[in-house]
């Protein structure tokens, strides 16, 4: 059973930073794309960050372009948050699979919450 497990959440002030963790039972290459996602409450899913396995090839929201960094070392995704601000605080969800623009069809952690403070 495909297994994501997110880490690295926790509480930080404006212009701090941390990093995300999301260990992936299996072989992390088997799958053509690994992407993070957030949700705050009463908001909408939204996508962070896309990373191509294959490739290695980044996508990243403008809303966090030049502050947030995907990555993925072994068998293991990240996600590197510099620059953090109160309108990034949400459950961010690490998900995996063929296609990361089809969200129903990945595989998903639980979540690790982020919140971040003025």
């Known amino acids: 059973q495909v297994q994501l497990v997110e880490s690295g959440g926790g509480s930080v002030q404006a212009g701090g930073s941390l990093r995300l963790s999301c260990a992936v039972s299996?072989?992390?290459?088997?799958?053509?794309?690994m992407a993070w996602f957030r949700q705050a409450p009463g908001k909408e899913r939204e996508g962070v960050a896309t990373?191509?396995?294959?490739?290695?090839r980044t996508y990243v929201a403008d809303s966090v372009k030049g502050r947030f960094t995907i990555s993925i070392d072994r068998n293991t995704l990240y996600l590197q948050m510099d620059s953090l601000k109160p309108e990034d605080t949400a459950m961010y969800y690490c998900?995996?699979?063929?296609?990361?623009?089809?969200?129903?069809?990945?595989?998903w952690g639980q979540g690790t919450q982020v919140t971040v403070s003025a």
């Open positions: 299996g072989y992390i290459y088997s799958r053509n794309c």
């Open positions: 990373i191509y396995t294959r490739n290695s």
């Open positions: 998900a995996g699979g063929y296609n990361c623009d089809s969200t129903s069809r990945l595989d």
